[in-house]
């Protein structure tokens, strides 16, 4: 089969692997849509990987050995996160916190191939309705705002900001404005500003061209934000975002970053600010992430190219240039 390999400083190999085949609890799904991460950077650009990178993918079970659910033609999600099962925080559906955490697509080969080898466990069926496309969107890229969103506790006509329009950010206005609030959206460009609107953010701002304090005075009439969201993972933003919260205001930390430096008398004294951060979705939540695709949540506009295998490298080329939305590599 085709497979895809990071060799490192953004050199990419496709070449032919064997294909894998399952033993006992294992599956092997046909990939039809594994889309590109941010997350893919930092291997992508950096050091390379020595296993098939893709962990947001969605396919079709093609192969099984000894299963216990898991049937031949079964229309999969597939999450990244390969865990023990039984401690705490697996019982708990917080799989990422499973000290037996290895990750599809980082520890072990992912789906930026045509077959990818998987735990059954990691497979959750999809129903007919639900494209492969959306599906390989909903276990990462809808999944992580998702819950970012859940946690913050919006309330309807909140005031809202979320810095980076990218597809975290624009997940996350999207769902926070099914919780009935109002999103600003601020980002260093302007195109990505452009579909944040075309979204429904309002207002948007460029933190580059625009006054963000003066901005976010004017729009909440002095009082600042009820939640900021930073989507980008700079401490530069999350300064500028806890700048205009409001006060008892929370800030959520979804994009990565290394650094942070709070004032406790300013921040979490005189103005009693919630800061927290959140990585993933909690497995139960699959079900929500369906209902809301169903009541007609457009995840797939937010799709703006699609390649076969055979074409990845042009895929990564429009990924690392930026000015697109989510880009997939899809079968054919
Ligand atoms: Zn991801
Ligand atoms: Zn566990």
């Given at each position: 089969?085709?497979?895809?390999?990071?060799?490192?400083?953004?050199?990419?190999?496709?070449?032919?692997?064997?294909?894998?085949?399952p033993?006992g609890r294992e599956v092997v799904?046909?990939?039809?849509?594994?889309?590109?991460?941010?997350?893919?950077?930092?291997?992508?650009?950096?050091?390379?990987?020595?296993?098939?990178?893709?962990?947001?993918?969605?396919?079709?079970i093609v192969a099984v050995d000894k299963p216990a659910t898991a049937r031949v033609?079964d229309?999969?999600?597939?999450?990244?996160?390969?865990?023990?099962?039984?401690?705490?925080?697996?019982?708990?559906?917080?799989?990422?916190?499973?000290?037996?955490?290895?990750?599809?697509?980082?520890?072990?080969?992912?789906?930026?191939?045509?077959?990818?080898?998987?735990?059954e466990?990691?497979?959750?069926?999809?129903?007919?309705?639900?494209?492969?496309?959306?599906?390989?969107?909903?276990?990462?890229?809808?999944?992580?705002?998702?819950?970012?969103?859940?946690?913050?506790?919006?309330?309807?006509?909140?005031?809202?900001?979320?810095?980076?329009?990218?597809?975290?950010?624009?997940?996350?206005?999207?769902?926070?404005?099914?919780?009935?609030?109002?999103?600003?959206?601020?980002?260093?460009?302007?195109?990505?500003?452009?579909?944040?609107?075309?979204?429904?953010?309002?207002?948007?701002?460029?933190?580059?061209?625009?006054?963000?304090?003066?901005?976010?005075?004017?729009?909440?009439?002095?009082?600042?934000?009820?939640?900021?969201?930073?989507?980008?993972?700079?401490?530069?933003?999350?300064?500028?975002?806890?700048?205009?919260?409001?006060?008892?205001?929370?800030?959520?930390?979804?994009?990565?970053?290394?650094?942070?430096?709070?004032?406790?008398?300013?921040?979490?004294?005189?103005?009693?600010?919630?800061?927290?951060?959140?990585?993933?979705?909690?497995?139960?939540?699959?079900?929500?992430?369906?209902?809301?695709?169903?009541?007609?949540?457009?995840?797939?506009?937010?799709?703006?190219?699609?390649?076969?295998?055979?074409?990845?490298?042009?895929?990564?080329?429009?990924?690392?240039?930026?000015?697109?939305?989510?880009?997939?590599?899809?079968?054919?």
């Open positions: 089969m085709l497979a895809l390999h990071f060799l490192g400083d953004g050199k990419l190999e496709i070449k032919d692997v064997p294909r894998p085949e033993k799904v046909k990939v039809k849509s594994a889309s590109i991460c941010g997350t893919d950077r930092e291997n992508l650009l950096g050091p390379g990987q020595p296993t098939i990178p893709g962990h947001e993918n969605a396919g079709e033609g229309r999969v999600a597939v999450n990244c996160h390969v865990t023990c099962g039984h401690c705490e925080h697996c019982l708990n559906g917080d799989l990422y916190f499973c000290p037996e955490l290895k990750a599809i697509g980082f520890d072990r080969d992912g789906g930026y191939a045509e077959y990818l080898l998987a735990p466990a990691c497979c959750t069926p999809i129903p007919e309705d639900i494209s492969f496309e959306t599906a390989s969107l909903l276990v990462d890229m809808l999944g992580t705002p998702f819950r970012a969103v859940k946690r913050a506790r919006l309330v309807p006509g909140a005031q809202v900001g979320i810095w980076g329009a990218g597809p975290i950010g624009l997940g996350a206005l999207m769902v926070a404005q099914r919780f009935g609030a109002r999103v600003a959206v601020l980002d260093l460009s302007d195109s990505r500003l452009a579909m944040a609107k075309a979204f429904g953010a309002d207002p948007v701002i460029n933190p580059g061209k625009a006054d963000v304090k003066q901005a976010v005075a004017d729009w909440t009439g002095g009082r600042g934000l009820d939640v900021g969201f930073d989507c980008v993972g700079h401490e530069r933003v999350a300064m500028q975002a806890l700048d205009v919260l409001k006060k008892r205001g929370t800030l959520v930390v979804v994009g990565v970053s290394h650094k942070l430096t709070l004032n406790p008398w300013e921040h979490l004294i005189c103005r009693e600010l919630t800061i927290f951060g959140t990585r993933n979705f909690n497995a139960r939540e699959f079900d929500g992430m369906i209902g809301l695709v169903r009541s007609g949540l457009p995840l797939e506009k937010l799709i703006t190219h699609r390649f076969p295998l055979s074409r990845a490298v042009e895929a990564f080329d429009v990924f690392r240039k930026g000015e697109c939305g989510k880009v997939l590599i899809v079968e054919g």
